[in-house]
Each structure stands twice: as C-alpha cells, then as structure tokens.
C-alpha cells in the first residue's frame, strides 16, 4: 500500500536548521511531483514547496523562498526538505504528499523556539 513517512523534525532554536525527509513506497515515486504542506492547529493546511518528477522545477512559497530548499532522490523514492534561517513562525507539523493525490504522510513536528 501507499505510505509516505516523514522524519527529520525536532526542536531548533530561532536561525538554525533542520532537514526533513520523506520516503515513499507502494507507488511510482518518480512520475508524481512532490509536494511539503505545514500545518499549525486551528489553521488550514499551508503549501510550503513543490518540486517536479525529476527534479529540475522547484516552487516555493513567498515565507519560506530563499530559506527551505526541496530536493529529491528518486533512486531513493525520497524527497527532502532542507530548512535554514528557521524562525518561530516556521513552527508546524510538516507534511509530504505526492501531487495531484490523497497520498499524505503522517507528519513530523517541526518547532522553532529558544
């Protein structure tokens, strides 16, 4: 079956940095854009980064540009989520999700806070 699971998530202090992975099974990883969603409780799901099948087209949320960074490895089926800069407001539970698809992972909470 279909699974997505994220990891990589954890307490930062403001400034620092985290790497999220997200690594897929039960699907064709490669012929799916990826996608990584934030949530924060009492808000709806916020679209943080796409990237393409191969890789080589990436979009990114006007929060986070300049600071995340998605990248993927699809002899790997993994996509990641490299995060720097991190501020408080960065705080979420960061979720993968392939595209076009109800294929979600379960989430990693990310905090930022001193």
């Known amino acids: 079956q279909v699974q997505l699971v994220e990891s990589g998530g954890g307490l930062v202090q403001p400034g620092g940095s985290l790497r999220l992975s997200c690594a897929a099974s039960?699907?064709?990883?490669?012929?799916?854009?990826m996608r990584w969603y934030r949530q924060v409780p009492g808000k709806e799901r916020e679209f943080v980064a796409t990237i393409s099948t191969a890789g080589r087209a990436t979009n990114y949320a006007d929060s986070v540009k300049g600071r995340f960074t998605i990248s993927r490895d699809n002899t790997k089926n993994t996509v990641y989520l490299q995060m720097n800069s991190l501020k408080p407001d960065d705080t979420a539970v960061y979720y993968c999700?392939?595209?076009?698809?109800?294929?979600w992972g379960q989430g990693t909470q990310v905090t930022v806070s001193s």
């Open positions: 999700g392939a595209a076009f698809t109800n294929y």
């Open positions: 039960g699907f064709t990883f490669s012929s799916f854009a």
